[in-house]
C-alpha cells in the first residue's frame, strides 16, 4: 500500500535519506524546511507555523519530524486539529534548543504514546538522553540512519543548492591517500592533517557534497565527536575503511581537555564511560571487519599500509545490503502498523 508522507526537518542529511528510504517503500513523500535556524519552538511559533500549514499537514497520511524533536511541537500543541498520524524520529537530541521551554517536556511527556504518535530514535543514546530528562521511550523502535542517498533526488530536496553552492566554495579535493573530516577533534584538539603529513602521508581535509567523492581514498580517520554521525553508515556503502580510536584511547582522550564528545550538548566528554562507547555506531560489532582502531596515533600510518580495500569488498557489500534491508523494512513495518 502506497503513503503520502510530509517530511517537516533543517536537515539536509535527514531529508536525503528519507527522499531514498520512502521511495524504495514506493510511498509519495513532499519536503518541507521549518523556519531556518529555528531551534527553539515556542508556543507562538509552533502555532503560527500550524495555521500557515495545517491544510498542507492534514492532507497527508503521516508526517514524519526529523532531526530536531522541537519542531513536533508545531502539531502536538494542535492535536484536537490534527486529522493525520505524527511520527517523530529523533535524530538529534529531542530537546536541543528547548533547555528554557519547560511546557515542551510535559506537552511531550503527554502525547509520547498517543494513538496518534509514534516516537522513533535514530541510536540507543537518544533514548538515554531522553530519559535523564524526564522522558522515557525506553521501549520506542531504533532505526538508524540507512546512510544513502540518490543525488537526482535533491531537486526534491529544500535548500539542495543552498548546501551545494556553499560546498563548492568551501571544498578542495587534493588528490591524497586518506581524509580527514573538518571537525573539531581532527583539528583543533589535535591536528591529524599536519601529523599524518609528517608521517610521509598525503591528506584531504575538506568539505564533500557527495560521498562518492570520497571512495577514492585509501581511508577516512577520525576521532569521534558523538554518538552517531551519519558517515558512520556511508562510509559501509561505498566501500571506504574508516580508522578511529580504539575505546580505550577514546576514553582517555575523553578525559583531555578539549576534547569534545556529545555527552550533554557539545560538551560532557569526561563522563563517557566504556559502556556508554560501545553504544556508539563507530564502535558497533556488526562492521568490525570494516572499521580499523589505534591505541596510539603513531599506529595509523602502519593501519594504512595494511588496509586492502580490494578483499574487504565483499564484506563491504554483504553490510551495505543487510544494513539496507533491514533499515526498509523497520520503517515499512512502522508505517503499515501505525
Not at 168 to 191: G, T
Amino acid at each position: 500500500m502506497s503513503y503520502k508522507v510530509l517530511h517537516i526537518s533543517h536537515h539536509i542529511g535527514c531529508f536525503r535519506d528519507q527522499e531514498y528510504t520512502l521511495n524504495k517503500l514506493g510511498y509519495e513523500v513532499k519536503n518541507l524546511k521549518f523556519y531556518d535556524h529555528q531551534f527553539t519552538v515556542t508556543k507562538d511559533i509552533a502555532r503560527k507555523f500550524w495555521l500557515e500549514n495545517k491544510d498542507l499537514i492534514n492532507s497527508f497520511d503521516y508526517i514524519l519530524v526529523s532531526d530536531t524533536s522541537s519542531i513536533s511541537r508545531c502539531i502536538l500543541e494542535n492535536m484536537e486539529e490534527f486529522r493525520s498520524k505524527l511520527i517523530i524520529w529523533i535524530c538529534n537530541r529531542f530537546d536541543f534548543g528547548m533547555n528554557q521551554e519547560k511546557e515542551f517536556y510535559e506537552l511531550f511527556n503527554r502525547y509520547k504514546s498517543h494513538e496518534k504518535v509514534k516516537i522513533i530514535a535514530s541510536t540507543f543514546w537518544e533514548k538515554i538522553w531522553c530519559l535523564n530528562r524526564g522522558i522515557n521511550i525506553l521501549d520506542c523502535e531504533v532505526i538508524n540512519p540507512l546512510g544513502k542517498y540518490l543525488e537526482k533526488l535533491d531537486s526534491n530536496i529544500p535548500q539542495s543548492k543552498v548546501f551545494e553552492e556553499w560546498y563548492n566554495k568551501n571544498s578542495n579535493h587534493a588528490e591524497a591517500d586518506i581524509f580527514v573530516p573538518f571537525y573539531h577533534n581532527d583539528n583543533v584538539f589535535f591536528n591529524l592533517k599536519s601529523f599524518l603529513e609528517s608521517k610521509g602521508l598525503k591528506v584531504s581535509n575538506t568539505t564533500f557534497k557527495n560521498v562518492n567523492e570520497l571512495t577514492k581514498y585509501t581511508a577516512f580517520v577520525t576521532q569521534p565527536d558523538t554518538f552517531c554521525k551519519w558517515f558512520s553508515f556511508e562510509a559501509i556503502h561505498i566501500g571506504l575503511p574508516v580508522i578511529l580510536p580504539s575505546i580505550n584511547l577514546l576514553l582517555k582522550l575523553c578525559k583531555s581537555q578539549g576534547y569534545l564528545y556529545n555527552m550533554t550538548g557539545y560538551g560532557g566528554a569526561e563522563n563517557l564511560t566504556e559502556d556508554l562507547a560501545k553504544i556508539g555506531e563507530w564502535y558497533n560489532l556488526k562492521f568490525k571487519n570494516l572499521r580499523f582502531y589505534f591505541d596510539s596515533y603513531n599506529e595509523i600510518p602502519d593501519i594504512i599500509k595494511s588496509i586492502n580495500k580490494y578483499k574487504l569488498k565483499d564484506e563491504f557489500l554483504f553490510r551495505s545490503m543487510e544494513h539496507e534491508m533491514e533499515t526498509l523494512e523497520k520503517w515499512r513495518s512502522i508505517y503499515e502498523k501505525f
